[in-house]
């Protein structure tokens, strides 16, 4: 069965400090994979998303991810992170049978000063 | 602006009552989904539409029911078969089913009285 696992349920960086969330996925077929971020008592915004080609790919707000088929792994990454970026980021993965999407449990990022 | 409109933001159920959650689009797009995301579980699905007149049961659809007699709208119920509604519902919408992205409504949190 498709699932995504978000090891990391909490995490705390400081400004300016450097990001990895990791998202790992276990899928037969090759996925198409997501990151959304949500702010509290929002909607989800897209970040980026794979669905074939270069391995690394860039999203809004200097966020990038590196689909890794080895390592059933599609991390997201940001080079310094600013007190704006304190929120939930969810990684998901889409069947390409069904369209359907399935979502990690959620990682939240607390921004130090 | 294109987008999707949720409302009301906040609604109250009392015991026994049905509720309806609204989910407008204005993006042209054939699928709509409704989920709900509960504290440390991420998103789950429960029903979607891949075209007018035709939806699925997603993952949790006992309690819930839909309809999508217009392209534009895609209104959940609540019923009171649902015996623990309390949760954040968030409403999606993607210009087709396979391997296409789905963007978020800003969501409707329901409270039980």
């Known amino acids: 069965a498709q699932s995504v696992t978000q090891p990391d349920i909490h995490i705390t960086v400081s400004e300016g400090a450097s990001l990895e969330l990791r998202c790992n996925y276990s899928?037969?077929?090759?996925?198409?994979l997501f990151w959304y971020v949500q702010s509290p008592g929002q909607g989800l915004q897209l970040l980026l998303k794979?669905?074939?080609?270069?391995?690394l790919v860039q999203g809004i707000k200097g966020f990038e991810a590196e689909f890794k088929r080895s390592q059933s792994s599609f991390n997201l990454r940001k080079p310094s992170v600013h007190w704006s970026d304190a929120a939930e980021y969810f990684c998901a993965v889409g069947s390409s049978n069904t369209g359907k999407l399935i979502f990690g449990q959620g990682t939240t990022l607390q921004v130090k000063p | 602006d294109g987008g999707i409109t949720q409302s009301p933001k906040y609604l109250f159920r009392k015991e026994g009552q049905n509720v309806t959650l609204s989910c407008e689009q204005n993006l042209n797009h054939d699928a709509m989904y409704w989920y709900r995301q509960d504290p440390g579980q991420g998103l789950r699905l429960i029903y979607y539409?891949?075209?007018?007149?035709?939806?699925q049961k997603g993952d949790i659809a006992e309690g819930y029911s839909v309809s999508r007699e217009k392209k534009e709208s895609f209104p959940l119920t609540v019923t009171s078969a649902q015996k623990n509604p309390t949760a954040f519902y968030l409403c999606?919408?993607?210009?087709?089913?396979?391997?296409?992205?789905?963007?978020f409504g800003p969501g409707t949190r329901l409270l039980v009285l």
């Open positions: 999606a919408s993607s210009s087709g089913l396979l391997r296409e992205t789905q963007y």
């Open positions: 539409s891949q075209i007018v007149n035709d939806f």
């Open positions: 899928y037969g077929a090759t996925p198409y």
């Open positions: 794979y669905f074939s080609g270069d391995t």
